[in-house]
């Protein structure tokens, strides 16, 4: 009897032992999975709130992109002596204006710029990040069609529908100006909009004044620093660039990497640097 109860005892415990080693696998796994699922904010997927900030972008992003465009591409075909000395106060402007109406209600990203780096720094979740640049690339979309409705088709061929470009200048230097400007951007508005203490000490039109001027100075600088004809500027934002390059295409595809790819190193970098900004400054 023992002979024939001992190979049966061992028969039972073999699949036990096997059962309770793919179950604790399959706990670990969705520990795993739940953190991750923690560490990049999936629940705002599921939140009407982050929805709603979501929709603001993408109708504060087309709302952009039309009277932006729509602005520079009128400067440019006035016939002042260097019109494009007038780009910089149109984005002043109408940059300060709607980041007055949607700071308060999503943050006033309306780029990939201003998401990418809020969510480095832990300002905004990861997955309210990847909605936010996806309604602003949408927005864009739907901006810069809205201009190729009711713009002259002769008006759209000349300015290639204000679309980013690097014609003039060449990839390297499109793409040292684009990380450049993009950092300006970031040092002088970011570090202020981004600072808790110093945006309750200046006050929402403040801050949105700095940012601003921040856009339009790099806008400044663009242009007039490589006295080329053909070069429009920075872009500050690739999901600007993506509308009219969708639309267009042609030229627009030509380096379109440059708006993307300088836009992240310059997030990165600036990211890199913040983390070694002094937390108090000298007494004045």
Not at 67 to 72: D, F, R, V, Y
Not at 86 to 112: E, K, N, Q, R, W
Not at 190 to 202: I, S
């Amino acid at each position: 009897m023992e002979l024939i109860i001992v190979p049966h005892e061992a028969d039972h415990k073999l699949p036990r032992a096997v059962g309770s080693g793919t179950e604790s696998r399959t706990v670990e796994t969705n520990s795993l999975r739940q953190r991750f699922l923690a560490s990049i904010g999936a629940h705002e997927y599921f939140s009407p709130e982050m929805w709603r900030a979501a929709l603001t972008e993408f109708v504060a992003t087309a709302c952009l992109m039309f009277t932006l465009t729509s602005s520079i591409i009128s400067c440019l075909d006035s016939h002042e002596v260097d019109p494009k000395l007038l780009v910089p106060f149109a984005v002043f402007i109408i940059a300060f204006l709607f980041l007055m109406v949607t700071v308060p209600l999503s943050g006033g990203h309306m780029s990939p710029v201003f998401t990418f780096i809020a969510a480095l720094k832990g300002v905004i979740t990861l997955a309210r990040a990847s909605i936010y640049i996806l309604m602003q690339c949408v927005g864009s979309i739907v901006g810069f069609l809205i201009i190729k409705t009711v713009m002259d088709h002769n008006a759209s061929q000349k300015y290639s529908l204000g679309g980013c470009t690097t014609h003039g200048v060449g990839t390297q230097t499109a793409l040292m100006l684009e990380f450049v400007c993009t950092f300006v951007v970031l040092f002088v508005g970011v570090t202020v909009a981004f600072d808790k203490k110093r945006c309750k000490e200046l006050g929402l039109a403040m801050v949105c004044l700095v940012v601003a001027g921040a856009m339009a100075l790099a806008v400044f600088v663009s242009i007039t620093v490589t006295g080329k004809s053909g070069y429009a500027g920075v872009g500050l934002n690739p999901a600007r660039c993506l509308g009219p390059a969708l639309l267009q295409g042609g030229i627009l595809w030509d380096g379109h990497w440059v708006f993307w790819v300088g836009s992240i190193l310059a997030c990165s970098v600036y990211y890199c640097f913040s983390l070694n900004l002094p937390k108090e400054g000298l007494p004045l």
